[in-house]
């Protein structure tokens, strides 16, 4: 049990265009949901939190009019990386949270290129 | 506020040997602990976690972590290392009711034939 996935895996864009990246928990409901970059041999850095049927929260520096976040659903968060450049590429990785653990469980990843 | 310690952001120990990864942390109240894997271009996956019940906690994979409050610590062993063990290692802390983790800048394990 427990299982989240992330799609794509991988994506190569071309700059200016738009990305859309899907976090799923599988065989939970997660009313929060959380969205981490992560860049070469660092730990993984907060970008937002993601709430079922509200706004996402948003960390300090993080802009959120570049990175939007919709919960639409107890299982289906998406990323969607506005107007891409070559400083976006990075690994997205989301987490879904299951209270009745009090843990996160977190994605496979998803590595944006843009060029 | 909570915060986590890693210490050594590379730990290399030969086949067979104990493996020791240390975790301290910071909290003012009663922590969370836990302890994931991600092994390359991969997401984190659980190893084992703490939250007030049992001080030695079992996880996959024969690891194994025990709290100490005194110490403030959460080490991370395995009593015999295996080259399918060689990734990274993040420690995080987090208090009940709280749903946000504070990671360490994680622990890079290599494991020598």
């Known amino acids: 049990g427990a299982v989240v996935s992330q799609h794509p895996s991988w994506v190569i864009c071309k700059s200016g265009t738009s990305v859309k990246i899907e976090c799923r928990s599988l065989?939970?409901?997660?009313?929060?949901m959380f969205w981490y970059r992560q860049f070469p041999k660092q730990s993984l850095m907060l970008m937002a939190t993601?709430?079922?049927?509200?706004?996402?929260?948003?960390e300090q520096g993080v802009e959120k009019d570049k990175f939007l976040i919709n919960h639409a659903s107890l299982t289906l968060s998406t990323l969607t990386v506005t107007s891409a450049h070559p400083e976006d590429s990075s690994f997205y990785i989301c987490?879904?949270?299951?209270?009745?653990?009090?843990?996160?469980?977190f994605g496979p990843g998803t590595r944006l290129t843009v060029l | 506020a909570q915060s986590v310690t890693q210490l050594g952001s590379h730990v290399s120990v030969s086949e067979g040997a104990l493996v020791l990864l240390r975790c301290n942390y910071s909290?003012?109240?009663?922590?969370?602990l836990f302890w994931y894997v991600q092994y390359p271009n991969q997401g984190l996956q659980l190893l084992l976690k703490?939250?007030?019940?049992?001080?030695l906690v079992k996880g996959i994979n024969g690891f194994e972590a025990e709290f100490k409050k005194s110490e403030t610590s959460f080490h991370l062993t395995k009593p015999s290392a295996h080259m399918s063990d060689a990734a990274e290692y993040f420690c995080a802390v987090t208090i009940q009711g709280a749903q946000k983790l504070v990671f360490g800048q994680g622990t890079r394990l290599t494991i020598n034939p």
């Open positions: 993601s709430n079922e049927g509200s706004k996402a929260t948003y």
């Open positions: 065989d939970f409901q997660a009313t929060t």
């Open positions: 909290s003012s109240v009663p922590p969370y």
């Open positions: 987490s879904a949270f299951w209270t009745s653990t009090d843990t996160q469980y």
């Open positions: 703490y939250t007030s019940a049992a001080t």
